[in-house]
């Protein structure tokens, strides 16, 4: 009996990525719990050179005076370039927010203080979305080590004590003597 070809398909996709009915969850308040890997945040890795680390949290959904409200809970580590000395800088991750989930822009005005609003395209938004959102919010537009690390490179004052060893060079130096032979 010949055997039958493997049938392959494509990983399905992680459950953090998948679109969820806003007024559905947050009628039903609902909570997911996520573990997700940096690097698989698609706009994070497009704006920053290098990024590793996981997060994880959960996201609640629920109801605040008739408005959808997703409360997001997260804590990791990003490990993310260093723009000085360009070795990995981890850089922890704790972050809660309340959001205001929107269907359209113009309702933002209508939200109260206390949540900050997020535009839920069509009623529907991921939790992939929201946390990547965060994280585009508390990560550092340009990563560097603090101050107490040494990033390797040596600071102006340590240079302007070293003593120069090395022969100072004057390109120039034989040009007067070229120019006046002619």
């Not at 945040?41 to 590793?52: K, N």
């Not at 990003?78 to 809660?96: D, E, F, G, N, T």
């Amino acid at each position: 009996m010949p055997e039958p070809d493997t049938y392959y398909t494509r990983p399905m996709p992680p459950p953090w990525s998948k679109p969820l009915d806003v007024e559905r969850v947050s009628r039903g308040a609902v909570a997911f719990e996520f573990d997700i890997a940096l690097e698989d945040l698609a706009r994070l890795a497009a704006r920053a050179d290098q990024v590793g680390g996981n997060v994880s949290g959960v996201v609640r959904f629920g109801r605040h005076d008739g408005t959808a409200v997703a409360e997001v809970v997260l804590h990791g580590t990003a490990i993310m370039r260093c723009q000085r000395c360009m070795r990995p800088v981890s850089l922890p991750v704790s972050r809660s927010v309340r959001l205001a989930l929107l269907q359209d822009a113009g309702a933002a005005s209508a939200v109260s203080e206390s949540l900050e609003p997020v535009l839920a395209a069509g009623g529907l938004i991921s939790v992939g979305e929201l946390v990547e959102e965060e994280l585009l919010l508390s990560l550092p537009i340009v990563p560097v080590h603090d101050a107490d690390t040494a990033c390797g490179l040596v600071s102006f004052a340590q240079e302007a004590q070293t003593p120069a060893t090395a022969v100072s060079q004057r390109p120039f130096a034989a040009l007067g003597k070229l120019l006046s032979q002619k």
